[in-house]
Structure formats: structure tokens, C-alpha cells
RNA sequence: GCUGGAGUGGUGGAAUUGGUAUACACGUGCGACUCAAAAUCGCAUGCCUUAUGGCUUGAGGGUUCGAGUCCCUCCUCCAGCACCA
């Protein structure tokens, strides 16, 4: 009878279906559990290859595990929510939910034909809303927690189709890839998860995990932490600060008087006027002494604290000219207090002219404090709100301000810039600063900018820069000066300009950085360009790492001042170089500096010393270097010092060398290029380069100069004192951002929140969940989020909440669908809980996933830290959700390229199905490549017909069953079965299915030779072949007729090997003559050394290569060889 | 540029971790069966050479009796990040 693939296959996928045959239970008796997982697909409607690459493939290790005794859950479901049904929407008018149904109908039939052996009772789609239900509950947990907050974000607006853009939608010319138009940007209110308060666990966890390095690397790069400090650097010398007290104060109560002197301290001008009436205070009163106390101009700051704050805004309402900002401390908007109500209520009015305050002041500040009796934080966030300025929420010395010493005030009150630095070790380098064009201090600051209309062409023109133009490859530095204002170095005190350039980025750090040219490529290249100072700060110390001259360990350093000279000739373009005798090094001329010497003195006493010359002329001095190197001649470690001097001959005048000189090196006369190749050790390299570079920018750490007090001490040690000198804080910042999940879009899932009539956020209750996204949406776009334009959703919201409220339009990334998928299949219908902590406890983690290198950023990191957060909500009790993670490889066309319907090259699996089976493809694609590496395999016609070839042959075997089992075995093929069995077991545990393969095609095609073979041997081929291609092995097996164990091969127990029976007897060793084979011998265990060393001298072939020669070693190697090593060749 | 991974026949890829390089498969060639073709089966197949023999794991060097595997230098490709302070 034929191999009728078509036949076989839908016999047993109805048969297995009909039994259920692969659910499974929570526990079974005497079974461990185990999870392993592949990523579950997106419905797009076509299953194409590489879906059968990502499941029918890990299937094999499920029914492995499976037949190895384990209750093994590998669980399918959809990641239905997403962009591309509602592009179906909009382009063909057909209902998003119906066209994923309709595509998860479809694509579950596929599925089920590759036979693998998915529990589909526990399939869901991501828009199911009993399963949204609980991606919105997890949503509000992590809210509660105050890990889902709003923020202000960017997002990429189309201005034809007057939509919000997804990245991706986006392309790399910044166009819109529908509409064609530029894209612009819009900043709008989102939710934000707090991935960043997880960024240190998330990189530490990493380092317990069994993953593969490659994918290690890329999330800690990911994630990017970098260790530093914030200096803030004040802007500016002197301002005028006029200090406003609150209700029944004075100027000198709470922190005024301290201010006060604390501010005129640093030479600054302050004015507190006493306000009148201070029990019974009235605006006009207060704003008009206000107003004559002082005259203001661009260099005033308003500071007022409690009422003084309201008075302050008052006060902006009728100045005639700019001033530079207003500080408010402890302000409000109202007069609703926590405590009690105050008698200013109606002496003061409550309205403000927000946009006069905005016009005459360059920047407002509000500090709210966090233990405030009178003011809450509601209150704050409603006074920031209206202003339009952030709020900064701090820990007040004694609650509402009223500390005798506030230092945060100080600090706050005086205009400065906040940078991040890795090396505050170079500060006094910093001859500059450089803000991102998008920085709040250059709108803070434009009253005091005297350029303002150059600066603001910049920044329009760096706005409107497509992502890739800014950060392109080489580009040319650009930026503006702000004129007018100054920034001071607060480690020496120099007045620094300030520039803006968008080589800063915003996004990172506090978007604003020191430059010092001298220590960083950008910063000097930037220099160069706008001719700013460069100012060296750093001396390099170069540790000898090779030999010769490699430092000895555990040796003292004898450290000694020394010059490094470059001499040029009298006349042409030639330099001195030294080449030692005794050493094999190569430098220029150098030595050590007497008592008393000037370095100059000293290179030319070395000059004469060594060359002869008599006429060295001193040109210029090169930066100085120090180098840690062992002094060779005088067995020593050094740690020397060098002054670096350049010198040219007047003439070529010169004395006899002394005969010790003579001895000691030779004077070559070298021409840039051969010096270019002389072996100079790090440090006279160095000095040579800066000869012809200008300047040098050295990027790595060393020796402080040009540093105040901190000059000599070692980079690493001045990072942190540096830091302490001026008042800055030791930071570790992330590339990480926090991670964006408002989507503008209709088909995802619903935020959970509902905003009430003064537009604050409320958490839905968890009864109205699942929080259904509505059907009536408009998709045509009309510059509205969709969900926007539902009736039956505002309706629902002022139904239960109240008239004004208004429901979130935005719905979820779906990458938070998939940050917690992995947990529902282990409880999938669990209407109370998003799944039950005994069932979680008894499968989690998962203990193999495998997946797309593409997810190897995104979607791990974030159900990583989804589950971290679980994890500390007491929801999961591991800290960590895969054990094992496994990138598999791409399978490309025929012709080498990634399929795409633009190439013509797209396999259609569906098709090899109905050519070859299933069970053919599975295996090919198993055979392809190792699994568990990301290889790119191109798909071979040839090389499918060569897996059914296989399988045909297995087919054709069953005729071949004519030994009875009791006949004895034949001991050559019983230790290949057994070889067999342990190769193949150890390969499908590892991934490697392409090897597990190939030996399965060893043994067939041995079985294949015998005349015939027994039906256990047969048996034990179909057992080992099962996981690979279940639907013929099924049908084999049935044919077996076995009457006690009739039943499925699958749940038959997988063959052990028995490692007695793999030791040969007898083996065929090469025996090698100086390590080349000239034969070989049949040996058996017994054997001793000795007698094989005797057999193999005797061999014709042996003694031809040996000859007469003398016997040097014989190397013997247990089963494997003999060499004979002969006594010239070794 | 930085980081990680990799480079083996005409092709996909093996190699027990330092021990006979090129398993297994594809492709190709020859043969058998056939009137013929397909399918199937058998044999051959790294390169050079007349058999003997020599060469060969991106290139060059080193360690070793012995290196695809370990060390150094360089080249190429792939992936991730990239003006990240």
C-alpha cells in the first residue's frame, strides 16, 4: 500500500480532535508540569510559512516532553488587537471585529493541520472582552500602584488624513506613508507605564536568566543605563530678587531673612517690602506697595511665598516692562484650603490674566510641598495646570514653607541649568553649555535673550527636522548662541555662553549638557566649528598592556618626572627616533628630569646625550602624558610623568655618542610616514599625534590639570569629589523611557478611565469592567480619536458617572495585550481572577519560549517588567516570567531573499501540504538549519522531496518486519539504535532537530540494508521519528496491531538507550605519523597500549614515513588514534 | 563608531568541545530498471595531481605531538544600538 499523506492526515486530525487528544489537565498523577511557549500569532488572515516554522517546529520538543512522562502545556490564542483590521476599516468599510473573527476562523483551521498538538480549549484572542476584561483590571492595578500615569508625549500627526500616526505607519523620509504628507508633530496628554522605575531590576535580573548572550546584550543596551552626575550650572551673575511673605507674616519670619542673606551672599540684590494689613490683607493694597517697593526690569525675580505667590501673579498683571521670572512657593488658585478658610477670600479676586503674566515674565516656577496643611496637591496640580508650568512637588523643612532655612527654595529661586554629565571628573573643562533646542530654559530665559528671532528660526527649523536628518550619520554640528545671558562654571566660577544645538537630544538626561571640547569628540568638533575655547583638563595615563614593558603585577611604581622629545632635522622633513638593543621597543628620544632641571633643560641635555646634536631649538610644548609601563633595563615598574617638548636642529652639528649611549640605541633619522610604523609605546604616540593634531581630544581618563585643587588626582577619584565641590548629585540615567501606551486608534483595547467635568482622571470601577469598546465609530478621520465620535460611549459614561464626564478615547499598545497573554492560557476561562494563584503556582514560569528576534527588545522586556510589577503586586510569585528564551532563524525564499509578494518568492505552506504532507514540512523545516540560532534558511524544493523521500522509505520499511522479536540481535544495528535513541534525545532537548534528523536518516538508512530487521527495532524508529511527523508514526503504529497498546503513539513512553550497549568492541584508530594519518588499525577494548604501539610500528605504511628516524613520544589517544612523533619533526 | 554573533564543498549545514574535517541532506555525474521518460535503487562527488602524494575550515602569525575549535593581528558578513553627554 501507498503513502497516501492526504488519507493518513485527515484521519487522524479528525480522530485526535474528536478525542480531545491534547488537552490537558492542571495536574496529572505522577506527571511534572511544563510550560513551553511560542509567540502567539496575529490573525492577518493567511497562515504563511514562517508561522509554521514558529509553531509546527517547537511542537516537536512538546511531544517529546510529552512521551518523556511530562504534563506539557503549549498553548495557541490570537494577539488580535491592531492596526491592520482597522486599516480594513477604513480602506473597505467592513467592521474590524468581524474581519478578525473572520481571520481567526480561518487561520484555527490551518493551524490544526500541522498537527500540532495545541490544547485548544484554551485559546483566546486578545479582543476577547473576557480577556480584555482583565488587560484593563491589570491596567488599573499598576494605576493604583502609581505605575500608569499621564504625560505630555509627542506624537506624529498626519495634516491630510487629520490622524495621530503610529511609528510604523511613518516613513524613514518622515512622510506619511498612506497620505504622502509631512508629518508634523503634536504634543498630547497619555498614559504612560513606568517602565523606567524598573530599569535597574530589569538589567539586574538579566544577569540569572538562561538566555542567549545575543539577546542578553541587546536589552542592557536597551535599557542604557549610564552612571553620572546632574551640575546645575547658575545662569547669569547678579538678579534683583523682590521676596514676597504670605498671610500674618512679616519679612522676617520663616525662611526670609535666611534668603535674603544667603541670596545678597552670592552678590545678588534683595528687596522685601512689608506688606500692609497683614491680619486683614487686601489686593489692591498689597499689589500697589508691591509695585512702588522697587523698579523692575529683565533681571528682576519675583519670589512669593503662600499669598505672596497670588500677590506675585497680581503683580506680573500690571507691570509695564519684563521681568525675568516668578518663583511661587506654596501658591494657589482658589481659596479652597485643607484646613480652613482664610479672610482674604473676598479681598482678593480669583481670576488671573494668564496670558499678561505669560507676556511679561520669562519663566514661572511653582514648588509645592508634599506635607502642605493648607494647600493640596489637586490644588497645585490646578494652579500648574492653569500657568501652563510643571509642578515641582518637594519635602518642605517644616510643612506650607515655613522653615526658618528652606534650601530648596535657594536652590529653585536662582535661574540655572540642570546637566547631566558621565564626567563630572572634567569640569573645569566645560567652556560652554549646550541646550536642546526644546528646552524649557530657552523659553524661560527669552526675556533676557537679545537674539530671540535667530534663536527662535533655529528652533523651528530643528523641530521640523525629520528624526533621521538630526541624527544622521556625520552630520554637521549646527547651533546658536543665546546671546545676553551667560552660565557660570560653578567649579571656578568663569562666565560660559550658552548655545543651543540639536545634537543634544531632549529626550535624554535633563536635555542639556556641559561641553568640554578637550574631552569629547562632539563638544570639539563643535568647537572647532563656532571657534569656542578648548581647555585641557585631562593628562592621559596609558598603561603598558603588552610586552615589552608590560607592567609587572604586584610591583611597586617608582614614579619619576621625564620628557619626551621630537627632534626634526635641520632641513628636511625627517624626526629622531630611537631604536633600542638590549629591548625590543622603539621611542623617541626621552629621559628622566634632574633635580633643579626645567624640562627644557632636560630634553636637551637627553638631545646631546643621545644624538650628538648641538643645536636643538625649542618650538612648542605638547600636552603632557603619564604612563604606567615596567622600565625594562632597569627592572623596575615606572609610573613616569612626561613633559612633551618639540624641537628643531638649527644644523646638523653634532659630538661623538658615548660609547654606553652607543650601546644602548641606535638614532634613526625617520620621515612622518616611517613613523607613522615605528613602534612607539601609547604615551609617545600620543605625543606625536598632537603635533599634527592641533589639538588632541583625549577621551579616556587620567591625571586632572588646569583644575584648581583637584589638580594630579586620578579621573576616577575627582568624578565623585568634583561632584561634592559643587553641589551636584550622583545620577544614574537610562536610555529607557517610560513606555507610551495611548494609542489614538479604535480597535484596541479600551483605557479604563473616565475624566470628570474639570478633566481629572478617575480609574473605572472594576464592576463596569470589561469596559466594552463601542461599535457606533466613525472611522472617517476627522482629527478626533474614533472613539470620540460614539455616541453609545459618551452616553454610557454620563449614564454612570455623571453629566461632563467623558470617557478616555485612547486605547491601549497592544504590546500590553502581550505582556500577560502567557498568564491567561493557564486559567482561560476564570471569570473572577485574570487567573488563579494555585494554577499559576503550578505552571509558571515558562520554562522554554521561543519566538522572532524581532520581539527580542520590545515585547520581552516589556512583559518583563509587566510581570515584575505583578510580581511586587503579590499577583505572581516569580520575579521573572521565561526561564529559557530562544530566537529561531527566517526562512527566506528560494532565491536567498526575505519572502515578499514584491519578489514573487512567497511559499504558500498550504500548498506543500497537499503535495507532500505535513508531516514533510514540518520536518524539512526541522531539518533546515539548527533551530535555536537566527539563521536565515533559504527554502529548497529539492530539499522537502528529500524529507518525503525520507519518510517514504520509513513507509516502505513495514514490509521489512519478518525477524521474529525473540531472534537474536545483530549487535552492529542494536548499538546504532541505541546510539540512536541517545543522540536524538539529546538533540530535541537542545533545539537541534537538524541533527536529531540526520541521525534518524543514519539508522533508516541502515535498517534499509538489512534483508530484515524485528518489530521491536521498528518500534523504536517510529517512537524516536513520532514527535517529527505524528501522522504517519500514528498510522504506523496502528498497523503494528499491538493489541495491549493500541493505543496513540503519543502517549507511548519515550525509548531509553542503554549506554553498555553503545561501547564498541572493536574500533578502527588512525594511526598518524608526525600528526598526519598513514593508516589505520582495527583495535579491540582489551587491547593494551603496548600492543597496539607494537601492531602499528609494524604497518608497511608506518615504517615508510618513520624510516630509520629515532622515536621522539607516541601520543595515544583511547579509541581514536596513535601518533607516532618522530624526533626531527618535533 | 560601539556592542554582540558568525565566516567550513556548488548549496543548507555536521564535527562527542583540542584528537581521523566535510556527517546528514540537496545538487551534479555515472550506472541499473525501462521502448522511453518519471519515480526508485546502486556507485561516485572538497581541491590539485598520473597511482604514490600534496593542499584545504575568511587572511596572517602563535601555543601544542596535534587547532575548524585556544591566544594575538587583520579582513568580511549579519544583528542590535548609534550626536545617549
Known amino acids: 500500500m501507498k503513502y497516501d499523506h492526504k488519507k493518513i492526515e485527515k484521519k487522524w486530525q479528525e480522530k485526535w480532535e474528536k478525542q480531545e487528544a491534547h488537552k490537558i489537565a492542571d495536574t496529572e498523577q505522577g506527571k511534572k508540569n511544563y510550560y513551553t511557549l511560542v509567540e502567539f500569532p496575529y490573525p492577518s488572515g493567511n497562515l504563511h510559512i514562517g508561522h509554521w516554522y514558529a509553531f509546527a517546529v517547537p511542537d516537536i520538543f512538546a511531544r517529546f516532553k510529552r512521551m518523556q512522562g511530562h504534563n506539557v502545556l503549549f498553548p495557541i490564542g490570537f494577539d488580535s488587537f491592531g492596526l491592520p483590521a482597522e486599516n480594513a476599516a477604513i480602506k473597505n468599510k467592513v467592521d474590524p471585529e468581524k474581519w478578525t473573527y473572520e481571520n481567526i476562523a480561518r487561520m484555527t483551521e490551518q493551524l490544526k493541520s500541522m498537527g500540532a498538538s495545541f490544547d485548544w480549549s484554551r485559546q483566546f484572542a486578545t479582543s476577547d472582552p473576557d480577556y480584555y476584561k482583565w488587560t484593563q483590571w491589570l491596567f488599573l492595578e499598576l494605576h493604583k500602584k502609581g505605575l500608569a500615569e499621564r504625560g505630555k508625549a509627542i506624537v506624529n500627526w498626519d495634516p491630510v488624513d487629520k490622524t495621530v500616526l503610529a511609528n510604523e505607519q511613518v516613513l524613514p523620509d518622515g512622510t506619511a506613508e498612506r497620505s504622502g504628507a509631512q508629518v508634523e508633530k503634536k504634543e498630547l496628554e497619555q498614559w504612560f507605564l513606568k517602565i523606567t522605575d524598573y530599569a535597574e531590576r530589569l538589567l539586574e535580573d538579566l544577569g540569572e536568566l538562561n538566555w542567549p548572550e545575543e539577546i542578553k546584550q541587546s536589552q542592557r543596551e536597551w535599557i542604557g543605563r549610564s552612571e553620572g552626575a546632574e551640575i546645575k550650572f547658575p545662569v547669569d551673575g547678579k538678579y534683583k530678587f523682590v521676596l514676597l511673605h504670605g498671610f500674618k507674616a512679616t ?12 541670596l545678597e551672599k552670592q552678590g545678588h540684590e534683595v528687596v522685601v517690602p512689608l506688606l500692609p494689613n497683614t491680619n486683614e490683607p487686601n489686593e489692591e493694597e498689597w499689589v500697589e506697595t508691591v509695585l512702588s517697593a522697587t523698579d523692575y526690569d529683565e533681571k528682576t525675580i519675583i519670589c512669593g511665598h503662600s499669598l505672596g505667590a497670588v500677590t506675585a501673579l497680581k503683580v506680573a498683571e500690571k507691570l509695564q516692562d519684563k521681568i525675568a521670572g516668578i518663583t511661587l512657593v506654596g501658591g494657589f488658585i482658589d481659596p479652597r484650603f485643607k484646613d480652613h478658610s482664610r479672610n482674604f477670600e473676598n479681598t482678593f479676586k480669583w481670576e488671573f490674566d494668564v496670558r499678561k503674566i505669560k507676556n511679561i515674565t520669562g519663566f514661572i516656577k511653582i514648588l509645592h510641598d508634599i506635607n502642605d496643611i493648607a494647600v493640596s496637591g489637586e490644588q497645585a496640580k490646578r494652579l ?304 606625536w599625534n598632537c603635533l599634527f593634531d592641533d589639538m588632541h581630544v583625549y577621551l579616556g581618563d587620567g591625571t586632572l590639570v588646569n583644575s584648581g585643587k583637584f589638580d594630579g588626582m586620578k579621573s576616577e577619584d575627582a568624578k565623585q569629589k568634583i561632584t561634592e565641590f559643587v553641589d551636584g548629585k550622583k545620577k544614574t540615567i537610562y536610555r529607557l523611557h517610560d513606555w507610551l501606551i495611548s494609542r489614538q486608534r479604535y480597535w484596541g483595547c479600551p483605557i479604563p478611565i473616565v475624566y470628570d467635568p474639570d478633566g481629572i482622571p478617575h480609574p473605572i470601577p472594576e464592576k463596569h469592567l470589561p469596559w466594552l469598546l463601542p461599535k457606533d465609530v466613525d472611522f472617517t478621520p476627522t482629527g478626533e480619536p474614533p472613539l470620540a465620535s460614539s455616541e453609545e460611549l459618551k452616553k454610557r459614561t454620563e449614564k454612570i458617572f455623571g453629566e461632563g464626564w467623558r470617557p478616555e478615547y485612547d486605547t491601549m499598545d497592544t504590546f500590553v495585550d502581550s505582556s500577560w497573554y502567557f498568564l491567561r492560557y493557564i486559567d482561560p476561562h476564570n471569570e473572577k481572577e485574570f487567573a488563579s494563584q494555585e494554577k499559576l503556582k503550578k505552571w509558571m514560569p515558562v520554562e522554554r519560549y521561543s519566538g522572532g528576534a524581532e520581539h527580542t527588545t520590545m515585547h520581552l522586556l516589556y512583559s518583563r517588567f509587566f510581570h515584575k510589577a505583578l510580581f511586587d503586586l503579590g499577583l505572581v510569585n516569580k520575579k521573572e516570567p521565561y526561564r529559557e528564551r530562544l530566537n529561531r532563524g527566517i526562512i527566506l525564499g528560494t532565491d536567498g531573499r526575505k519572502m515578499s509578494k514584491r519578489w514573487g518568492n512567497v511559499i504558500d505552506p498550504d500548498e506543500h501540504v497537499k503535495m507532500v504532507g505535513a508531516d ?17 534558511y533559504p527554502w529548497d524544493t529539492g530539499g522537502i522531496a528529500g524529507t518525503r523521500r525520507f519518510l517514504e522509505r520509513v513507509w516502505k520499511l513495514q514490509k521489512k518486519i519478518q525477524r521474529p522479536d525473540s531472534s537474536v540481535q545483530c549487535p552492529e544495528l542494536e548499538r546504532l539504535l541505541h546510539q540512536t535513541v541517545k543522540k536524538v534525545t539529546e538533540d530535541i532537548k537542545n533545539f537541534k532537530f537538524n541533527t536529531a534528523i540526520s541521525t534518524l536518516m543514519i539508522c533508516v538508512n541502515m535498517l534499509d540494508k538489512q534483508d530484515a530487521i524485528m518489530q521491536s527495532e521498528y518500534k523504536s524508529l517510529l517512537l524516536l521519528l513520532a514527535p517529527f511527523a505524528p501522522y504517519i508514526t500514528e498510522e504506523l503504529w496502528g498497523r503494528l496491531g499491538l493489541t495491549a497498546e493500541n493505543t496513540s503513539i503519543h502517549t507511548q513512553k519515550w525509548p531509553t538507550h542503554d549506554e553498555q550497549k553503545i561501547q564498541e568492541q572493536t574500533f578502527t584508530i588512525a594511526i598518524q605519523v608526525n600528526s598526519k594519518v598513514r593508516d589505520e588499525l582495527e583495535v579491540s577494548v582489551e587491547d593494551e597500549r603496548e600492543e597496539i604501539e607494537e601492531k602499528a610500528k609494524s604497518l608497511d605504511k608506518v615504517n615508510k614515513w618513520v624510516q630509520d628516524k629515532e622515536i621522539w613520544q607516541i601520543v595515544y589517544i583511547k579509541g581514536k588514534l596513535l601518533n607516532i612523533v618522530t624526533k626531527e619533526n618535533s
Not at 519679612?251 to 544667603?262: I, Q, R, T
Not at 514533510?920 to 536565515?936: C, D, K, T, W
Open 384 to 687: 500648574g495646570k492653569t500657568l501652563g508650568f510643571p509642578v515641582a512637588t518637594i519635602e518642605a523643612k517644616d510643612s506650607h514653607f515655613c522653615g526658618t532655612q528652606e534650601p530648596d527654595v535657594l536652590k529653585a529661586i536662582i535661574p540655572s541649568i540642570n546637566i547631566f554629565t558621565t564626567r563630572p571628573d572634567t569640569l573645569f573643562g566645560a567652556t560652554y553649555l549646550v541646550l536642546s533646542p526644546e528646552h524649557e530654559a530657552v523659553e524661560n530665559l527669552k526675556s533676557q535673550i537679545s537674539n530671540w528671532d535667530e534663536v527662535f528660526q533655529y528652533i523651528g527649523i530643528a523641530a521640523n527636522k525629520p528624526e533621521i536628518e538630526r541624527t544622521a550619520d556625520n552630520k554637521e554640528k549646527a547651533g546658536v548662541e543665546l546671546k545676553g545671558i551667560k552660565a557660570i562654571n560653578p567649579a571656578n566660577n568663569e562666565e560660559i555662553p550658552i548655545w543651543i544645538a540639536d545634537y543634544v537630544l531632549a529626550e535624554y538626561g535633563t536635555g542639556a549638557i556641559m561641553a568640554v571640547p578637550a574631552h569629547d569628540q562632539r563638544d570639539f568638533e563643535f568647537a572647532g566649528k563656532f571657534k569656542l575655547p578648548i581647555k585641557n583638563v585631562i593628562e592621559p595615563v596609558f598603561v603598558q598592556k603588552t610586552e615589552p614593558g608590560k607592567v609587572r603585577e604586584g610591583k611597586d611604581f617608582v614614579e619619576r618626572d621625564a620628557i619626551i622629545a621630537i627632534v626634526k632635522h635641520w632641513s628636511g622633513d625627517k624626526y629622531i627616533g630611537l631604536k633600542w638593543k638590549q629591548v625590543d621597543w622603539d621611542t623617541l628620544i626621552t629621559g628622566g628630569i634632574e633635580e633643579g632641571q626645567t624640562s627644557e633643560e632636560a630634553a636637551v641635555a637627553e638631545i646631546i646625550e643621545e644624538t650628538g646634536y648641538r643645536n636643538p631649538k625649542l618650538i612648542k610644548e605638547l600636552p603632557c602624558t603619564h604612563s604606567k609601563f615596567f622600565h625594562v633595563p632597569k627592572d623596575e615598574n615606572r609610573f613616569a610623568h612626561f613633559s612633551a617638548l618639540y624641537f628643531e636642529l638649527e644644523n646638523g652639528d653634532h659630538d661623538e655618542i658615548s660609547l654606553e649611549e652607543k650601546e644602548k640605541h641606535e638614532v634613526v633619522w625617520l620621515t612622518r610616514e616611517e613613523m607613522e610604523r615605528f613602534r612607539l609605546p601609547e604615551s609617545h604616540r600620543f605625543s
Open 920 to 936: 514533510s514540512v514540518r520536518m524539512y523545516l526541522a531539518f533546515i538549519g539548527p533551530y535555536n540560532a537566527v539563521g536565515h
Open 251 to 262: 519679612p522676617s519670619d520663616n525662611f526670609h531673612p535666611w534668603l535674603k542673606k544667603e
